[in-house]
């Protein structure tokens, strides 16, 4: 029966979170009928999830910790706006057991497990304790109480290396390195716990063997107040960098039937450990043999579209149900696998510079229609501002198919049809391991995107004539527009003649290559463009999504443009292509940084520095890491030399460009 205050019907909901997650769940919430309030920092007063909510609370400064992760202050905000209930969403306070307690003190539903499950199984630690009285089959590994370095070192030699350095209190991958050899485990520890303490307020770690080409395994499980308990079958998630999930997939390809059915009861075991409420998922590691639990997260996950594409069930409205009191509308017999369902995160993150994020405004943001099985969660738009403050994801491209083949077929036409402009995005990346032969045939490991790092970030794509002839007729297309202040071709007749011109020369350079030149000749038919002494004639035909149809020698193909100044993005049938349009008057030198100039390459945290002022580098040798997005980033010398100044200490707060340290390089 559910107990008075923790679970009862209400009809307003404060989404205690931001981004993509907060506008997921303000559409189920709607569609139930129920109003919502948004919580807002100062970066993102002009945010989608504030403008679909029916209203929004200012928290505070742009810092998570002043803002999102402010508990007294969310409280508060429910209080403002007669808020009854809260959904934590992912990630900042979901998981936190202060957070859902302050909720009922306060008379507000909490849209997730109690405090106490929360604390049972949220802790990695406390959580393998439950899993051993369970039987549910663990890791070896260490998760005790004791944190000091001389425990934690004799333990890592007892499990053998290489281990595996996990935050006791915290997940997607942050506080978590692998040690390879007992030299190594100091430094490892104190990264750790750094991170840790800053993303979760909490810098205990434990120690787990470290599983070898291991695959990960998660089941998704919802219980509700009346003792019912359902698992919705299990995802894959293998494909991971830096222990975080790139993309994921559902159901396991790996797993058989009898496999799925072992580890889904497995999982419903785990949950029952602490009679469960709410939706949570059980998270294993496989070796290729065995299963092992690791953690459970106390909370919706990223990745949960792809389950409720297999299942039908909208998890969202599942953890509202559950919420207001009411039993699971399903039972687990009556629970049906259907398809295979896939998932990409698209975050703002620049693969070919070591994945650093990307934070500017989305000056252009096309994505394709949500039929024929794709689904997209986005939580920008074009205009949107994204800031170094917080996680860089901006939306998760899903695609559903009976198989999974086409399933990847189908989620790599929709990555290659949406366009993201204005930062760096990781779609390009995306598809590339989605093409990947080993991904297609499902041999993989969490290692898998680490191995084969270089061949993904690649740009092996070179401008070829069809780029070289939507170059020239983007531009053309773009002055037109600009002349005229209406969309539309420059050749809706007999021909388009600017200023009387006859002849037109174009040069463009990619990636850093030499320029090639295009000459345009105009007549009073149909246009010609030479390129290397080879002509082709070519027309244009606009189309509704702001691209155009490029007609050469009588073969159509569609293309996307931006032009920004002499920037130029296209997409064509050959791929994504940045080219720059070069300036025939001259001007286009642009000033280099000294090399020998550290500087942040976005705003962030300096949390430690690694070497002291004359100290001689070798090339590649880290002098100081930075905090950025939530993530630490590590700076390094870019040749051998001495380190002849840093100029900040550990905790300032620096903005993008700011020099942080000087390398004199050896004679």
């Given at each position: 029966?559910a ?11 404060l989404i ?6 907060a ?16 919580v807002?920092?100062?970066a993102?007063r002009?945010a989608?999830?504030v403008?679909?909510?029916?209203e929004?609370?200012l928290l505070g ?13 969310l ?22 057991a ?8 306060a ?7 109690t ?13 393998k ?6 039987g ?19 333990e890592?030699a007892?499990?053998?290396y290489?281990v ?16 390879r ?5 100091t430094?490892?520890?104190?990264s ?13 770690v ?7 080409n ?28 830096r222990?975080?999930?790139v ?8 797993l058989?039937?009898e496999q ?8 419903r075991?785990?949950a ?5 409420v ?9 070796d290729g043999?065995d299963?092992?639990?690791i953690e ?18 909208d998890?969202?409205?599942w ?14 017999d ?16 620049n693969?070919?510079k070591?994945?650093?994020p ?31 403050y ?10 559903w198919?009976?198989t999974?083949?086409v399933?990847?077929?189908r989620?790599?036409?929709g ?11 990781n ?15 499902n041999?993989i ?6 191995r084969?790092?270089?061949q993904?970030?690649?740009?092996g ?6 780029e ?5 007729a983007?531009?053309l297309v ?5 002349a ?23 040069s463009?350079r ?8 295009v ?10 463009l030479?390129?290397d ?6 027309s244009?035909?606009?189309?509704d999504?702001?691209?155009?149809d ?10 996307v443009?931006?032009?920004e ?12 292509f ?17 090399e020998?100039?550290?500087?942040a390459p976005?705003?962030?945290?300096v ?13 590649g040798?880290a002098?100081?890491t930075?905090?950025?997005m939530k ?15 840093i ?12 020099e942080?340290?000087e ?5």
């Amino acid at each position: 029966m559910a107990r008075p205050g923790l679970y009862r019907r209400f009809r307003k909901l404060l989404i205690a979170n931001r981004g993509e997650i907060a506008v997921r769940v303000i559409r189920s919430a709607r569609a139930m009928g129920l109003k919502t309030v948004a919580v807002y920092s100062e970066a993102d007063r002009n945010a989608l999830h504030v403008a679909l909510a029916d209203e929004a609370v200012l928290l505070g400064p742009a810092r998570a910790r002043d803002s999102y992760l402010n508990i007294e202050r969310l409280i508060e905000a429910a209080r403002q706006t007669g808020a009854e209930a809260v959904h934590p969403g992912y990630g900042f306070l979901s998981e936190s057991a202060e957070f859902a307690q302050a909720c009922l003190d306060a008379g507000l539903v909490f849209v997730g497990p109690t405090a106490a499950m929360i604390t049972a199984m949220g802790s990695k630690s406390g959580s393998k304790f439950l899993m051993e009285q369970a039987g549910v089959p663990l890791v070896p590994g260490y998760h005790g109480e004791a944190q000091d370095e001389a425990t934690l070192a004799n333990e890592a030699a007892r499990i053998g290396y290489p281990v595996l350095i996990k935050a006791s209190a915290g997940g997607g991958g942050r506080g978590m390195r692998v040690v390879r050899a007992a030299g190594d485990l100091t430094d490892a520890v104190t990264s750790a716990k750094r991170e840790a303490k800053a993303a979760f307020s909490d810098d205990r770690v434990l120690i787990e063997k470290y599983v070898q080409n291991p695959r990960h395994i998660e089941v998704q499980i919802v219980g509700d107040s009346h003792g019912n308990l359902v698992s919705l079958f299990e995802r894959e998630c293998t494909l991971q960098r830096r222990h975080q999930k790139v993309i994921e997939e559902a159901p396991s390809p790996t797993l058989s039937p009898e496999q799925r059915e072992t580890v889904c009861a497995a999982a419903r075991r785990a949950a029952g450990a602490v009679n469960y409420v709410g939706a949570g998922t059980i998270e294993f590691v496989s070796d290729g043999r065995d299963v092992f639990f690791i953690e459970m997260n106390t909370r919706l996950q990223v990745e949960h579209p792809v389950t409720e594409l297999i299942t039908g069930v909208d998890l969202v409205e599942w953890q509202l149900r559950v919420a207001f009191g009411e039993a699971l509308p399903l039972a687990q017999d009556q629970i049906r696998l259907n398809g295979h369902a896939i998932e990409a995160r698209v975050y703002a993150e620049n693969p070919a510079k070591n994945f650093m994020p990307s934070v500017g405004t989305i000056r252009t943001w096309r994505t394709p229609a949500e039929a024929g099985g794709l689904r997209i969660d986005a939580g920008y738009r074009e205009g949107d501002a994204v800031s170094p403050y917080y996680d860089a994801m901006l939306a998760k491209v899903i695609a559903w198919a009976p198989t999974r083949e086409v399933a990847i077929e189908r989620l790599n036409r929709g990555l290659e049809d949406t366009d993201v402009r204005g930062i760096v995005s990781n779609i390009p990346f995306l598809s590339a391991l989605l093409t990947h032969p080993d991904v297609q045939a499902n041999a993989i490991d969490t290692g898998f995107i680490e191995r084969h790092l270089t061949q993904l970030t690649q740009d092996g794509s070179a401008a070829g004539d069809v780029e070289l002839c939507a170059a020239v007729a983007a531009i053309l297309v773009d002055e037109q527009k600009s002349a005229s202040g209406e969309r539309g071709s420059p050749w809706r007749s007999s021909g388009w003649m600017p200023g009387g011109l006859r002849q037109r020369v174009f040069s463009f350079r990619h990636a850093g290559g030499d320029p090639r030149t295009v000459t345009l000749a105009y007549g009073p038919g149909a246009q010609t463009l030479s390129i290397d002494g080879r002509q082709t004639s070519f027309s244009i035909i606009p189309t509704d999504d702001g691209g155009f149809d490029l007609v050469r020698d009588g073969v159509k193909s569609h293309v996307v443009a931006v032009v920004e100044g002499h920037e130029l993005y296209l997409r064509t049938r050959n791929g994504r292509f940045d080219l720059h349009w070069v300036d025939p008057f001259g001007g286009d030198d642009e000033e280099q940084d000294g090399e020998d100039k550290i500087v942040a390459p976005l705003p962030g945290t300096v949390v430690a520095l690694l070497a002291q002022e004359g100290a001689v580098l070798e090339k590649g040798a880290a002098i100081l890491t930075l905090e950025v997005m939530k993530m630490e980033q590590t700076l390094r010398a870019p040749f051998a030399g001495v380190l002849k100044t840093i100029k900040c200490k550990v905790g300032d707060i620096v903005q993008e460009g700011v020099e942080l340290a000087e390398v004199e390089p050896s004679a």
